[in-house]
T-cell receptor, first 114, second 113 residues
């Protein structure tokens, strides 16, 4: 059974710091891995999607990497800002059809202080 | 674009009552799904659908019923609400393909007394 773990569960950093969020999964047979952002009381916003054949994806100050063989992904946030404060969720897709059922980690709650 | 729309946003029910959580998407996505989010448990898949007329169970389907009569709509029914179903419910949709992200609604916050 696929399991997804995110470390750390919570992280507090001062504004401007570069940081790394970690995600690990137990079964390397995945279609893709997605990173989401969730603000309090809100839904999930997709940040980055890495297909199983890819090693990394970048969007602005965000960079996500994937090492499928070791079952690991990292989300790198450069020059953090207070507006980055949110919960970040990692999810893998390993269902019977590509792009379907997601298995989620429990998230990392990030707080960036000004 | 409206994306994925969930109604209602909040609901309080008494034990034993039934209700339907609505989910609609306007992106012509084939795949739709329902998740529940509980503290300390993360998001867990309840039911999903790969197209109109086709539904299947996820990880935690007990106490819930779904149907998919149109591509746009995927309602989730609680047949007899229990306090253990107090949760935040999210609907998601996507098209098929390993490069296609899933789009989530804003959620329905449900309390069962």
């Amino acid at each position: 059974k696929q399991e997804v773990t995110q470390i750390p569960a919570a992280l507090s950093v001062p504004e401007g710091e570069n940081l790394v969020l970690n995600c690990s999964f137990t079964d390397s047979a995945i279609y893709n891995l997605q990173w989401f952002r969730q603000d309090p009381g809100k839904g999930l916003t997709s940040l980055l999607l890495i297909q199983s054949s890819q090693r990394e994806q970048t969007s602005g100050r965000l960079n996500a990497s994937l090492d499928k063989s070791s079952g690991r992904s990292t989300l790198y946030i450069a020059a953090s800002q207070p507006g980055d404060s949110a919960t970040y969720l990692c999810a893998v897709s390993s269902g019977s059809q590509a792009g379907t059922a997601l298995i989620f980690g429990k998230g990392t709650t990030l707080s960036v202080s000004s | 674009n409206a994306g994925v729309t969930q109604t209602p946003k909040f609901q309080v029910l008494k034990t034993g009552q039934s209700m339907t959580l609505q989910c609609a998407q306007d992106m012509n996505h084939e795949y739709m799904s329902w998740y529940r989010q509980d503290p300390g448990m993360g998001l867990r898949l309840i039911h999903y659908s790969v197209g109109a007329g086709i539904t299947d169970q996820g990880e935690v389907p007990n106490g819930y019923n779904v149907s998919r009569s149109t591509t746009e709509d995927f309602p989730l029914r609680l047949l007899s609400a229990a306090p253990s179903q107090t949760s935040v419910y999210f609907c998601a949709s996507s098209t098929f393909g390993s490069n296609q992200p899933q789009h989530f609604g804003d959620g329905t916050r449900l309390s069962i007394l």
